[in-house]
């Protein structure tokens, strides 16, 4: 049985085997036991390689990280949609890491729309909207980040920014939606921080 799967870096810049990325993602694909996973830095894993998830059932899944595999540097960005729909229906996640992940599609964000990730505590979003290619698709990851009450911390936010985030996306998100929230980085300051909160002011 496999638990944890830490992959970082093994499909980065400088590999040679990408295309086997394929044959380990289908076989994470049938460990519904998996409660961690973690492909940082991971861009040269190919889009159809990322297809080998899209029904895997991960209903135990508590961290997931996906930081930089959808960079400028990625091979597979058209895949990220497969990884979120899965990603979609693990219902227990507490950590989602998808920092630095600009190029992702507006349409491939879709696929998270309905997620209830009711436990969700921490997500990282940083340098993940920046680039106009997928800004639209902000709206549906805050649909989804809105029916998660128990979030802490959500970054939105680095050195480049989510610039791009449009004004109309964090209305998808009702007042007081994220009442423990205490670090936010990249959430627009003032009035926005206290509605998504529901009282008091944010950090960050």
Known sequence: MCFDTDTQLCFGRSTRGADGAADLLEALSHSPLLEYLDFYGCSRIPAAAWQKVRSAKWLHLKKAGFGACFNKYAKGADGAADLLEALSHSPLLEYLDFYGCSQIPAAAWQKVRSAK??????????????????????????????????????KFYDYSGCSQIPTAAWQKVPDGAWPKLRWAPGIPAGEEFRRLRGHGELEG
């Open 117 to 154: 990730w009711l436990h969700l505590k921490k997500a990282d979003f940083g340098a993940s909207f920046h680039d106009p290619q997928g800004a639209d698709g902000a709206a549906d990851l805050l649909q989804a980040l809105s029916q998660s009450p128990l979030l802490e911390e959500l």
